[in-house]
């Protein structure tokens, strides 16, 4: 079955910086478009970025451009999202997430608290 497993958050001061993994396994991964996704207390979950599949082409929300890279490495099945100068607004729960048709699969995220 696919499993998303999510790893590297944690509390971090203003300008820090985080990578978050990504692990997948169940499904084909190096044919897959890989996504981060957030979501803050109250709020929808949001899109951060993704990566699409063979040429690795990514794309991001205007909040993060500029300080988060996404990138994959389909020998390991990981996508991984790099966060520079953190903001506290991007304090969320980010999660990992990819499709196969109508399905859609989620990691279980993981916290990223941005305070000093």
């Known amino acids: 079955q696919v499993q998303l497993v999510e790893s590297g958050g944690g509390l971090v001061q203003p300008g820090g910086s985080l990578r978050l993994s990504c692990a997948a396994s169940?499904?084909?991964?190096?044919?897959?478009?890989m996504r981060w996704y957030r979501q803050a207390p109250g709020m929808e979950r949001e899109l951060v970025a993704r990566?699409?599949?063979?040429?690795?082409?990514?794309d991001y929300a205007d909040s993060v451009k500029g300080r988060f890279t996404i990138s994959r490495d389909n020998t390991k099945n990981t996508v991984y999202l790099q966060m520079n100068s953190l903001k506290p607004e991007d304090t969320a729960i980010y999660y990992c997430?990819?499709?196969?048709?109508?399905?859609?699969?989620w990691g279980q995220g993981t916290q990223v608290t941005v305070s000093s």
């Open positions: 169940g499904f084909t991964f190096s044919i897959h478009t």
């Open positions: 997430n990819t499709d196969n048709g109508p399905s859609r699969y």
């Open positions: 990566i699409s599949s063979t040429r690795g082409i990514t």
